[in-house]
């Protein structure tokens, strides 16, 4: 089979034409349904911290149980490394540590949540 030049320059149009379509449709996936790259401000979460949770909890320590501290060993050992896991504990308490639920709006909480993983990572430094 033979192709003329006409053929192949008519298949390379239509193939730009499709490769700009899709990467259109991909750019309208990724603004429309991509969360900002700081959905959970640290910022934000780094004050409340320090409002309600460094009391016992300064620099990552615990000093109401040594060993139940916020450093990243103990929250991977205890399987809170995560943000749905610290979501939890401080939206309902366990044990020493309160509830947050009637103080903090969901959204404090998500944003403590962050900061307490993303100092750990930071091995609270």
Request: glycine letters at 4%; charged letters at 20%.
């Amino acid at each position: 089979m033979i192709v003329s030049q006409e053929q192949i320059r008519s298949m390379r149009i239509k193939l730009l034409k499709f490769v700009q379509l899709l990467c259109l449709i991909l750019l309208l996936l990724t603004t429309t349904f991509t969360l900002p790259a700081s959905a959970n401000d640290t910022a934000n979460g780094a004050q409340i911290f320090s409002v309600h949770c460094a009391g016992c909890h300064i620099n990552g320590s615990n000093i109401i149980r040594r060993g139940k501290n916020l450093k990243k060993q103990a929250l991977k050992k205890y399987g809170m490394d995560s943000i749905e896991a610290i979501t939890a504990i401080v939206t309902n308490g366990k044990s020493n540590m309160s509830a947050y639920k009637d103080r903090l709006t969901e959204q404090e909480i998500q944003d403590v949540a962050a900061y307490v993983l993303e100092q750990a990572a930071k091995d609270w430094r």
